[in-house]
């Protein structure tokens, strides 16, 4: 009975300095907003064969970046419907892109000048989901697990100069893209505070998928892939309606 009315009383706090009114009425629908920031896998977790790995190890061919400035902003919407008292089913929607400039690591042009590439990566997640709110529609705070199935638009590119190790090193200018849609799981995590029109919150989300860029992408790697999986963190704000 104290617990019921330490929830209510959190429930009844976070709505007013939210400003989201009174109760939450039960089975509303809501269309989610969210703001996060999106973290690729690390060298470890990544799929056999990622090219960003292989560029890392390429010895003197190396090219010289971080894992982690693939990391971004991301943008995304969902709605989402309630499928009793305890479910709610997704739809959404999400957005990153990030440019990452590179060098060789173990060469330079004629004239001492490095050598350098834009390596760019652009996902699109759409999401189908389904998840469980512990303490129902009517509570005013909602924690809840979920996951699904996500299917990730991607386009990977490399542009600008590169060596060609098979001819001496020379050094031409080229452009490398690859795209495609790439389907796997999608897991989730998060609590909101859910007034009766407005409901705020965090959430955490992690996806799994690689896609294949083709022979002759221009990494010499037989059979190169480009790891989409990682984690967004992202603060989420929705409108709700009907009853």
Same mark, same amino acid.
């Given at each position: 009975?104290?617990?019921?009315?330490?929830?209510?009383? $959190?429930?009844?706090? !976070?709505? #007013? !300095?939210?400003?989201? &009114? !009174? +109760?939450?009425?039960? !089975?509303?629908?809501?269309?989610?907003?969210?703001? /996060?920031?999106?973290?690729?896998?690390?060298?470890?977790?990544?799929?056999?064969?990622? $090219?960003?790995?292989?560029?890392l190890g390429a010895g003197n061919a190396a090219l010289v970046f971080e894992m982690s400035d693939f990391n971004t902003a991301a943008v995304g919407a969902e709605w989402l419907v309630p499928l009793g008292q305890f479910l709610e =089913?997704?739809?959404?929607?999400?957005?990153?892109?990030?440019?990452?400039?590179?060098?060789?690591? /173990?060469?330079?042009?004629?004239?001492?000048?490095?050598?350098?590439?834009?390596? %760019?990566?652009?996902?699109?997640?759409?999401?189908?989901?389904?998840?469980?709110?512990?303490?129902?529609?009517?509570?005013?705070? +909602?924690?809840?697990?979920?996951? &699904?199935?996500?299917?990730?638009?991607?386009?990977?590119?490399?542009?600008?100069?590169?060596?060609?190790?098979?001819?001496?090193?020379?050094?031409?200018?080229?452009?490398?893209? =690859?795209?495609? #849609?790439?389907?796997?799981?999608? $897991?989730?995590?998060?609590? *909101?505070? =859910?007034?009766?029109?407005?409901?705020?919150?965090?959430?955490? *989300?992690?996806?799994? =998928?690689?896609?294949?860029? /083709?022979?002759?992408?221009?990494?010499?790697?037989?059979?190169?892939?480009?790891?989409?999986?990682?984690?967004?963190? +992202?603060?989420? $704000?929705?409108?709700?309606?009907? %009853?």
């Amino acid at each position: 009975m104290r617990r019921r009315r330490r929830l209510g009383l $959190i429930a009844l706090l !976070a709505g #007013s !300095a939210l400003g989201l &009114g !009174a +109760q939450p009425a039960a !089975a509303q629908q809501t269309f989610n907003f969210s703001l /996060g920031y999106f973290t690729v896998r690390g060298e470890d977790a990544r799929v056999e064969g990622d $090219i960003l790995n292989e560029h890392l190890g390429a010895g003197n061919a190396a090219l010289v970046f971080e894992m982690s400035d693939f990391n971004t902003a991301a943008v995304g919407a969902e709605w989402l419907v309630p499928l009793g008292q305890f479910l709610e =089913a997704g739809a959404g929607i999400g957005f990153s892109r990030r440019t990452v400039p590179s060098v060789y690591e /173990g060469f330079t042009d004629t004239d001492g000048s490095e050598i350098e590439q834009d390596l %760019r990566l652009r996902r699109v997640p759409i999401d189908l989901t389904i998840r469980v709110l512990p303490l129902g529609q009517g509570s005013g705070v +909602q924690p809840y697990l979920g996951g &699904g199935l996500s299917v990730i638009n991607w386009r990977y590119s490399e542009s600008g100069e590169f060596v060609d190790f098979s001819r001496r090193n020379a050094i031409f200018r080229e452009q490398f893209v =690859a795209s495609g #849609s790439e389907t796997g799981p999608v $897991i989730l995590g998060g609590i *909101r505070f =859910a007034g009766d029109s407005l409901s705020a919150g965090g959430e955490v *989300r992690y996806h799994s =998928a690689s896609g294949d860029l /083709g022979t002759g992408f221009g990494s010499g790697i037989a059979d190169p892939k480009i790891d989409l999986g990682g984690w967004t963190y +992202q603060f989420t $704000i929705g409108v709700r309606f009907g %009853r």
